[in-house]
């Protein structure tokens, strides 16, 4: 068990360290925030309506739209939130960022779905980029879907396309995927098992035949016949008598 939290820790550390590292140009300030944030130090909270106010005068910002959505979520208003991180991948697609706070604050199915796709999408314009990739992991991941989620970067390490300085932390992150998708199939498997022997319980054999009980067969119906002590066989079956 405390192997699995340990992979859990790791995950996170190398999905965080993945996105903050190779994160560039506008979206390096907003890493650099998020950091500053998960720190045990007191962080102010972000003014909303000067946020709202500075996207909706830069709709076309993907930079000012995370920091609104970052707004809402450090104001409470984690399901807006949400909608603001996937508004913000709408403006920029590539903006890797918002996809990673989804994996971290999101549960609305519909909303990782479109995340999903998007990646998929952009993935058809850009397949070799591995922080799509690690994107798309993350959101994978939190849908659950184990096995997917490690063959996104299982084919870049393959292809050789993993630059040298990542390797380490992206074979970490497939070895932890590669041990979820190993505990959720199991579990699939005790939960069929389970299933199955309910089904044997809640429905076991019946006692005597069923055309009997058709008839209307009763115990006083049965007559039992005094053992023959003599013979050669001591006990016989019990006939049943209509």
């Not at 560039?24 to 709202?52: E, F, M």
Request: charged share 25%.
């Amino acid at each position: 068990m405390s192997k699995i939290a340990l992979s859990l820790s790791l995950s996170f550390i190398v999905g965080a360290q993945l996105c903050f590292i190779l994160e560039g140009r506008a979206q390096n300030q907003a890493s650099k925030a998020t950091q500053s944030q998960s720190q045990n130090q007191p962080t102010a909270i972000p003014d909303l309506d000067k946020a709202r106010e500075n996207t909706e005068n830069n709709p076309s910002s993907p930079d000012l739209s995370f920091k609104f959505a970052e707004a809402l979520r450090l104001n409470g208003e984690s399901v807006k939130a949400n909608h603001q991180y996937l508004h913000t991948t709408e403006v920029e697609p590539s903006f890797y960022l918002a996809y990673h706070q989804l994996f971290l604050y999101c549960n609305d199915e519909r909303i990782l779905d479109e995340a999903t796709n998007r990646l998929r999408f952009l993935k058809q314009e850009k397949p070799n980029e591995l922080m799509l990739r690690v994107a798309l992991s993350e959101l994978l991941e939190k849908k659950r879907e184990f096995y997917e989620a490690s063959r996104e970067l299982i084919d870049l390490v393959f292809a050789n396309l993993v630059p040298e300085k990542y390797k380490e932390k992206v074979n970490t992150r497939i070895r932890y995927l590669q041990a979820k998708t190993t505990t959720a199939q199991s579990h699939r498997e005790a939960n069929a098992g389970d299933a199955h022997l309910g089904e044997s319980i809640s429905k076991p054999p019946l006692p005597v035949n069923e055309d009997m009980l058709k008839r209307g067969m009763s115990l006083s119906k049965v007559k039992f016949d005094t053992p023959d002590l003599d013979s050669d066989t001591n006990f016989r079956h019990v006939p049943l008598q209509d």
